[in-house]
């Protein structure tokens, strides 16, 4: 067999491999329907391992990990009294429908569909795909934004360029999700892991501090590969096997790839300009030491900064305003009724995910009260500790056991709250550092955010693929997805191990010799 013949038969296969997994999810019930069997679910389970006791102790608490049953009849009532609660106090609720009222308005204005086309006039074609992949690992910085604002521009910039736009939404996704742990710029998550790791290593020895950015040289590095691995898989794997989707979307609510009239480049221009000024007064009033954007510490990167707690809010501004103006510029706006009209027409297209959200809600709110995570986080570390394996083999252990977890819990630091009082202080006792430690979680943590429906943000990409096929489902999501959690998960922790052993330091280290 030819070195070609045997290239085809090797993409055959895997085009089959996919088209069944697509099939299977597709199978699966509704999305919001499966949260609510996994909710049932949780209840039984809870009911039924509440009468078997655990010899394992939580870290958090230094007790035996109890599951509680949520079928007593208080577990019940109390499940009752919070169910609002549940869903109106759901981060993910907040984020996306305060997000897509400001997104909703510079998108009906044409805004958005102006200034990505002006970008597209000046980017290479050849680079589309790198720069939605690079733009997505940025948007860390900014939390959550990514998913309401890179992974949906990801469809509409591939669309606008001609080509497919589920593509644009898998390597946006890629970026924003996949390589959640690959940035160039520190964001929050870095101190947020940080602390448990330091307080996971003081086990062993109280004096051990670390940097914030322990990891930082690591994730820079991993931007590299993470860009380059998703753009090979988008192009030679992804978007081929896309070909024969049709877009069946609604033709009015799709952009369109034009020249730019006089009246659009006006517009432009003066929301532009309106951007600037909001930037410029954003890093002027930043500056000061006692600047009310900083935390009590005089930090502005941190959980704790306003300006990081208000990330949504400036997200909501930086497209409000720039649309307004644009629209008033360019003749779009014709008055307030127009604006309102965005806002409307982006809460429309928000029903569907709302729905989905009000059982993830519960079954969040159900699996943490039950203690169920906890347990299998708890067992499977337990399990790895007793295999006593070589020191590299338990690094590559601890990535695909964390990546195993990420399916059902989804929580980065809650994950990491529960793993790091007990990998930390083992590896630290075979020689490995607790930064290298944290590293290999955060591969594993990244890699399979993208193909699990039990991640909050996941139903909402399901929701922007709709936008352009209407019959997109779960699986057609998951197995679009699979080849990014597969490649990523296998070649970023092979690079990890090179890159540890060719001596390379992982992040900016304390003074701590590590034994």
Request: proline content about 5%; glycine content about 8%; hydrophobic content about 50%.
């Amino acid at each position: 067999m030819s070195t070609q013949e045997l290239e085809q038969t090797k993409i055959s296969l895997s085009s089959r491999m996919l088209a069944s997994v697509e099939r299977f999810g597709n199978k699966l019930p509704d999305p919001a329907m499966l949260f609510v069997y996994l909710l049932f679910a949780v209840w039984v389970l809870s009911w039924m391992l509440s009468y078997v006791s655990f010899d394992l102790i939580d870290p958090r608490t230094g007790e035996a990990v109890i599951v509680n049953n949520l079928l007593a009849g208080a577990a019940i009532t109390e499940f009752l009294s919070v169910m609002v609660t549940n869903f109106s106090h759901f981060h993910p609720v907040g984020v996306v429908l305060v997000a897509m009222l400001g997104i909703g308005v510079a998108e009906h204005t044409g805004f958005i569909n102006s200034g990505l086309r002006a970008l597209l006039g000046v980017t290479a074609k050849w680079l589309v795909t790198p720069m939605v992949i690079l733009v997505g690992i940025v948007s860390h910085t900014a939390v959550d934004a990514g998913y309401v604002l890179v992974i949906p521009l990801g469809g509409v910039i591939f669309y606008a360029a001609g080509r497919h736009p589920l593509a644009g939404i898998a390597a946006a996704f890629a970026g924003v999700s996949g390589g959640f742990s690959a940035n160039f710029v520190p964001s929050s998550l870095d101190p947020l892991l940080q602390g448990l790791t330091q307080a996971g290593a003081q086990i062993i020895d109280p004096d051990v501090v670390l940097n914030p950015l322990n990891n930082y040289f690591f994730t820079a590095a991993s931007s590299i590969l993470i860009i380059a691995l998703g753009w090979y898989i988008t192009e030679k794997i992804v978007e081929p096997r896309l070909k024969d989707t049709k877009v069946d979307g609604d033709e009015d609510d799709l952009p369109t790839l034009h020249d730019l009239e006089p009246n659009e480049r006006k517009g432009l221009r003066a929301s532009g300009l309106a951007f600037l000024i909001g930037v410029i007064v954003m890093v002027v009033t930043s500056i000061p030491a006692d600047s009310v954007w900083r935390d009590a510490t005089g930090e502005l990167a941190t959980g704790d900064a306003p300006i990081m707690r208000s990330i949504v809010s400036l997200i909501f501004l930086m497209f409000i305003i720039p649309g307004i103006v644009y629209g008033i510029v360019a003749g779009t706006v014709k008055s307030s009724k127009d604006i309102i009209e965005g806002m409307t027409k982006s809460m429309h297209q928000m029903s569907y995910y709302l729905v989905i959200m009000f059982f993830i809600a519960q079954f969040v709110y159900a699996f943490g009260e039950s203690n169920l995570g906890v347990l299998l986080a708890l067992k499977g570390a337990a399990g790895l500790q007793a295999l006593a394996m070589p020191s590299y083999i338990t690094i590559v252990g601890i990535v695909f056991l964390t990546a195993f977890i990420n399916i059902f819990v989804g929580s980065a630091s809650g994950k990491w709250g529960l793993l790091a009082p007990i990998f930390v202080p083992m590896l630290m006792q075979l020689g490995i550092s607790p930064d290298l430690t944290q590293a290999a979680y955060r591969i594993g943590d990244s890699s399979t955010n993208i193909i699990t429906p039990l991640m909050p943000y996941f139903p909402l990409v399901v929701v922007y693929c709709q936008r352009y096929v209407k019959n997109t489902g779960i699986g057609t999501v998951t197995a679009m997805m699979l080849p990014y959690s597969i490649v990523f998960l296998v070649v970023w922790t092979i690079f990890l191990l090179l890159y540890t052993v060719s001596g390379l330091p992982l992040g900016i280290q304390s003074s701590y010799t590590y034994p």
